[in-house]
């Protein structure tokens, strides 16, 4: 089992930025691909970012793509996500998700250890 705990989350205006981090202890960090989604207040969890053991491919959904990037430091077994250029819809609770295979995945079911969360408010 890995624990995984987000942090960083904050308001924040449009166009500035954040950088949300999330620290995994317990099983070894390592061969494990990561990912970040968000989920807004009346929606479903949906897809961010994802990043493979050792950190040499990502993946953005649309929606981030240019404006958020994902990175892991697997000597400190975080994960991080800078995001840039914050819009109002970007308003979400995000979570960091583990999967034990290297290489990264975009669907939720793909993910078996999740983060508590961290509130990421965006106003216009």
């Known amino acids: 089992q890995v624990q995984l705990v987000e942090s960083g989350g904050g308001l924040v205006q449009a166009g500035g930025s954040l950088r949300l981090s999330c620290a995994a202890s317990?099983?070894?960090?390592?061969?494990?691909?990561m990912a970040w989604f968000r989920q807004a207040p009346g929606k479903e969890r949906e897809f961010v970012a994802a990043i493979n053991w050792p950190g040499s491919s990502t993946y953005y959904a649309d929606s981030v793509k240019g404006r958020f990037t994902i990175s892991r430091d697997n000597a400190k077994n975080t994960m991080y996500l800078q995001m840039n250029s914050l819009k109002p819809e970007d308003t979400a609770v995000y979570y960091c998700?583990?999967?034990?295979?290297?290489?990264?995945?975009?669907?939720?079911?793909?993910?078996?250890?999740w983060g508590q969360g961290t509130q990421v408010i965006v106003s216009s």
């Open positions: 317990g099983r070894t960090f390592s061969m494990y691909a």
């Open positions: 998700a583990v999967r034990p295979d290297r290489a990264w995945a975009t669907w939720r079911n793909a993910y078996d250890n």
